[in-house]
């Protein structure tokens, strides 16, 4: 299998040329085709904003909801037909903003999925207002006078809630990149991967030397099994770790759910009872 198996051809492309977006787009492709996952058998779902297009540009199927919302649907696939692989991604407002109450609880059900967030710590779709990874005192045409708040720290929270799988890496690395999207795909439980990246157009700050300069891998020593040691990892700020930050092994939410403890067919493949169903209707 080929990444050009997942190209949609000659389409336009909505992102500004140098955009971050390309960079993650051509590395999920390589992933896609390195794993050899059927077409069929893969369901991306986004939110809204310049990363949530990156599906439109993958020959998969998508769904494409509503903004911040991502996380609920993907989470309803993957119960309704455990088979497939199923990876939502956005930007860092829509899955950490207008989402950050999905992506908390999300966390704590423990679907197996993929959720990739493109992190350029501003909105580019709405034209580059601070975004909740915003850095303090960055400035915008709305924040006139720089960011007040606390950025919001998503692999700090993801670690707290105990998150089975955590990890970060930047587009400036396409080989890093590719490999820490196909161990989290690979991974049996939610997995998140916080993507840096630069947005040319509305954040000149947070540009791609930046991120080189304020980026580093976590070596071979580290343990991402030892829940303590991740946590202080995921508070670095300054110089952020690049790498699989924390790991685990949580039942999963499917595994959890009362209808496949004793039937493990997917519910898409089951039978339905329609006149059981009616009379639940007419009781109610």
């Known amino acids: 299998m080929t990444k050009s198996l997942f190209d949609r051809g000659k389409i336009d492309i909505a992102w500004c040329p140098g955009c971050g977006n390309y960079a993650i787009l051509e590395a999920v492709k390589s992933v896609l085709a390195d794993l050899a996952i059927p077409q069929k058998h893969i369901v991306f779902v986004s939110g809204i904003g310049q990363a949530a297009k990156l599906p439109q540009y993958l020959k998969v199927h998508y769904f494409n909801g509503l903004h911040g919302r991502a996380l609920p649907p993907a989470t309803g696939i993957k119960s ?36 990739i967030v493109h992190n350029n710590m501003v909105y580019g779709l709405t034209k580059g207002q601070a975004s909740p990874t915003s850095s303090l005192g960055f400035h915008t045409p709305i924040q006139v006078n720089g960011v007040i708040l606390e950025p919001f720290n998503p692999l700090a929270i993801a670690v707290a809630l105990d998150a089975s799988f955590v990890a970060r890496t930047f587009t400036g690395d396409p080989t890093h990149m590719q490999k820490i ?36 891998y976590v070596d071979s020593s580290y343990n991402p099994r030892n829940r303590s040691s991740a946590f202080s990892k995921a508070l670095e700020m300054d110089h952020f770790p690049l790498g699989v930050i924390f790991q685990n092994n949580r039942p999963t939410f499917e595994e959890q759910l009362l209808v496949y403890k004793k039937n493990k067919n997917s519910l898409i493949t089951r039978q339905h009872d329609i006149k059981k169903l009616q009379e639940l209707l007419l009781e109610n």
């Open 80 to 115: 309704v037909n455990p088979k497939l692989t199923v990876i939502a991604e956005s930007g860092d407002g829509d899955m950490y903003g207008e989402g950050g109450n999905h992506f908390i609880h999300c966390i704590r059900r423990n679907p197996d999925i993929t959720n």
């Open 181 to 216: 999207l196909k161990l989290a795909i690979q991974h049996k439980g939610y997995a998140l991967v916080d993507i840096l990246q630069p947005c040319v157009s509305f954040n000149k700050i947070n540009t791609l030397h930046w991120f080189k300069e304020h980026t580093y």
